[in-house]
């Protein structure tokens, strides 16, 4: 079962920065998650909200501030928000990367951005995973890179999820944890496509989506020992 730290080591430091994600690495994680908005002026930035209250000393849309603006916020512990580049950096090819798309034109400035950085050696398709719950923006990056995989993520319901996997050709299904059942987990699995709960932070569900057969799992506290490929 592979362990994704969510956000980072986002348990115990600020969520989408260089420091969780440095931690994460340092207790030896080998997945990562994190959320990519668009800047005022194109950038990717690494941040969950489209506004800044939650996670920033700042307020108002990510998308309205230039890059200089938002690198000017404080993200918590001094922290700033990263650019996608900088995690990156920082990971240098030890951890696959999964890249969460937020907000629209996420999905084509993602995939422009990697097709650039796949030509050039900087990244490969074997580090990389896209998810998102919008599926217009996998929709868009699909026509850019139809060879990394992909992931639909689902919180609520199950409505067409068989369908829109087929038409995505997923790699892997993202579920919130009370959606998990024995039942799910089969016919997901015979479908030929993985399955990954999120967010699993108490160590009797992690032991009980281990019994299950689950992928993998999404935690705020990726623990040393507990990550497995």
Known sequence: MILVAHRGASG?????????????????ATWLELDVH???????????????????????????????????????QGEKIP???????????????????????????????LTEWLEQGYVTGKNLLVSSFDLQELRVFREFLP????????????????????????????????????????EIHRRGVRLFVFTVNKRSDLQRMHQLGVDGIFSDYPLPGLTTD
């Not at 950038?43 to 700042?58: A, K, S």
């Not at 990394?148 to 919130?176: D, F, K, P």
């Open 83 to 113: 650019l996608l580049r900088e995690v990156f950096d920082l990971v240098a090819g030890s951890a696959v990367v999964n890249i969460e798309l937020k907000g629209c034109g996420s999905g084509e400035a993602t995939a422009r951005l």
């Open 12 to 28: 115990d430091y600020p969520e989408n920065t260089l420091l969780a994600f440095r931690k994460a690495l340092e207790f030896g």
């Open 38 to 76: 668009l800047s005022a002026d194109g950038e990717l930035v690494v941040i969950h909200d489209d506004r800044l209250e939650r996670t920033t000393n700042g307020s108002g849309l990510v998308s309205d501030l230039l890059l200089s603006e938002l690198q000017a916020l404080d993200a918590g």
């Open 147 to 186: 060879d990394i995989r992909l992931a639909i993520i689902c919180e609520h319901e199950l409505a067409n999820i068989w369908q829109l996997m087929e038409e995505l050709e997923v790699w892997s299904l993202h579920l919130n944890l009370p959606l998990v059942t024995s039942e799910v987990i089969a």
